[in-house]
């Protein structure tokens, strides 16, 4: 007994219509009669009768099309189990990194590993360095990637270092500080600094890196994010405090300009995970991200170009 022949019954039952039952079948009506027949033969009983001008399913056939229908929606159910079985099989790495991640290069990172490996996907997660931290360690994500600064310690996680960073000063090439490669943030206690504050560790960075140099920055335009400040940035009517990675990955145009800040801490973009907890796939991917920021560091500093497949072996 072949399932096409109990979906054609089925669909006869339903529509009460060779023609309609046929179209929605995507077959022909004789193609729909002789299937019918096969069904009828191998029963060795008559399930419709076709002397009617409205098709009428008989006695047994309306008895056995309960059966029928039963068969159809196991079936049905058995298949939708198998393709749920091979979804949660396919490779799953959950990844959980800034606000705005692809401004860091980690977009990039990612795609470009998912490029070696077959049957494979990264689910990613944009949040702020809290969240992060809180996702990790409620097991809802198996990597974080952010700066090791602005996390606690935490003796169960192992951190693995992927780039230095620290701090620039961004302004318009109509800035009178534009041509000056490095300045002390004294020098700056009476400029218009708007500070982005979708990550409020980052924020808070920002923030007190200027009073350690003395002054409470003037900040403007609360809560806005990046594309906001640079619009600002543009007229010449802000100046802003940003990591170097994002800043040249973002401030890309000729009319920005970045310089160095005597004062700047620094930083370390960090790869963080439970070493109990993560798989070997995670364990590759840190190889992998360990490769990618060493021999790749164009395009964790602005590099625009498409993400290649890479000579990493995993």
């Not at 399930?47 to 099309?65: D, F």
């Not at 309960?66 to 929606?73: A, P, S």
């Not at 070493?275 to 560091?297: H, I, M, N, V």
Request: hydrophobic letters at 40%.
């Amino acid at each position: 007994m072949r399932f096409d022949h109990l979906r054609c019954f089925a669909a006869i039952k339903k529509y009460r219509s060779f023609s309609e039952a046929a179209e929605n079948l995507y077959i022909s009506q004789s193609a729909l009669s002789k299937q019918l027949k096969s069904l009828e033969d191998e029963l060795g009983v008559t399930l419709v009768e076709r002397s009617h001008s409205v098709i009428k399913l008989t006695p047994i056939g309306e008895r056995l099309a309960v059966y029928v229908q039963t068969i159809l929606d196991e079936y049905d159910r058995m298949v939708l189990e198998a393709k749920d079985y091979i979804k949660s099989e396919k490779k799953k790495l959950r990844i959980a990194s800034f606000c705005e991640m692809s401004q860091y290069g980690i977009t990039d990172l990612m795609v470009s590993f998912e490029h070696d490996i077959a049957n494979f996907y990264i689910e990613s997660k944009e949040c702020d360095h809290l969240q992060m931290f809180d996702l990790l360690s409620n097991r809802q994500t198996d990597i974080i990637i952010g700066y090791r600064e602005l996390w606690p310690d935490e003796p169960d996680y192992f951190s693995v270092p992927l780039k230095k960073d620290d701090l620039v000063l961004v302004v318009h090439e109509s800035h009178p500080l534009a041509k000056t490669d490095k300045i002390s943030l004294a020098d700056l206690q009476h400029e218009r600094f708007c500070f982005p504050r979708e990550d409020e560790s980052l924020f808070k960075l920002f923030y007190e890196t200027c009073v350690a140099a003395g002054f409470a920055p003037y900040h403007t335009l609360s809560h806005v994010r990046l594309g906001t400040i640079k619009r600002y940035i543009l007229q010449g009517m802000r100046v802003t405090l940003q990591t170097r990675i994002r800043a040249a990955n973002f401030f890309t145009e000729p009319v920005f300009h970045l310089i160095n800040v005597e004062e700047s801490p620094s930083l370390t973009l960090t790869l963080m995970a439970n070493d109990s907890l993560l798989s070997e796939l995670g364990r590759k991917f840190t190889r992998f991200a360990c490769w990618y920021y060493r021999e790749q560091p164009q395009k964790t500093a602005g590099d625009e170009a498409q993400p290649k497949t890479s000579t990493f072996t995993v």
